[in-house]
């Protein structure tokens, strides 16, 4: 698999983005890592870690494309995008690989009428960054309004990239406290549901140092903390939960009553 590093950057910090490193921007769909190997004898596709994902034997057009897969879950873009592949790089089509990002476009969107049905093929759209003000504009309409991960950020030559994903917070009550020996690997939060302290997410700890600090800390359960994480599920867990202090440490909220985390 040869899913791309990603340079990540903080939600809405447009300043931190050098125009002179990026060319293209599209915005972020939010499935899984995958690659569409396709030839005469039929097609499939592996998932990051070279798991088959699905697979056929109708003739496809000789190519290798990278895109996501999007999952039947509650953060696909929509019931119409489950099972779809959306590419948005290829790597080579017949006997020609694109020499860059525009020329990877045009060859995906080629390639689209000619891709079997069953592949539920589709083309993420890029379009070229003319100025801060484009990429402002797809996060405030596609982003928060529209509630799309996020924006996915590639230089000319297709090497380089970056993403910029939407995070929520949610303040959660200590419920309790995962251990390694003397130290404190994550914190257990619960909210508060008809009167009662229910734990729904298992935020980790990273920093060493403070895991050592909180082990020796003493009771921590009824203290409230804020995380942060990319979306909110039903039960009130954050996906991809993290700390949201400076540089992943603990932030207290000494603020608030813990009665009021719901």
């Known amino acids: 698999m040869t899913r791309p590093r990603y340079k990540d950057l903080e939600p809405g910090d ?23 190997v396709g030839g005469e004898h039929g097609w499939s596709i592996h998932g990051r870690n070279g798991r088959l994902i699905r697979f056929g034997e109708e003739p496809c057009p000789e190519c290798y494309l990278r895109g996501e897969m999007i999952i039947d879950t509650e953060w696909a873009q929509g019931s119409h995008l489950y099972g779809s592949f959306v590419a948005w790089d290829c790597i080579y089509s017949g006997e020609e690989m694109p020499a860059d990002v525009q020329r990877s476009n045009e060859f995906l969107e080629r390639l689209a009428s000619s891709i079997p049905l069953a592949v539920q093929f589709r083309v993420a759209e890029s379009q070229a960054i003319i100025s801060v003000a484009t990429i402002e504009e797809m996060w405030r309409l596609g982003v928060l309004k529209s509630g799309w991960e996020g924006l996915v950020f590639r ?23 995962r251990r390694r020996g003397p130290c404190v690997t994550a914190l257990y939060g619960g909210l508060y549901r008809a009167g009662r302290l229910e734990t729904v997410c298992t935020v980790p700890v990273k920093a060493a140092t403070e895991q050592h600090a909180l082990g020796r800390a003493g009771e921590l359960c009824g203290r409230v903390f804020e995380a942060k994480g990319h979306g909110r599920h039903r039960s009130g867990a954050l996906r991809h939960p993290r700390q949201a202090g400076p540089d992943g440490s603990v932030r207290w909220r000494r603020d608030k009553p813990a009665r009021e985390c719901s």
């Open 155 to 177: 230089s000319d030559d297709g090497q380089r990239f970056a993403r910029m994903k939407r995070t929520t917070t949610v303040d959660y009550v200590v419920t309790g406290v």
């Open 14 to 36: 447009f300043g931190s983005l050098r125009l002179t490193d990026y060319s293209w921007v599209s915005l972020k769909y939010d499935g899984l890592y995958a690659e569409l």
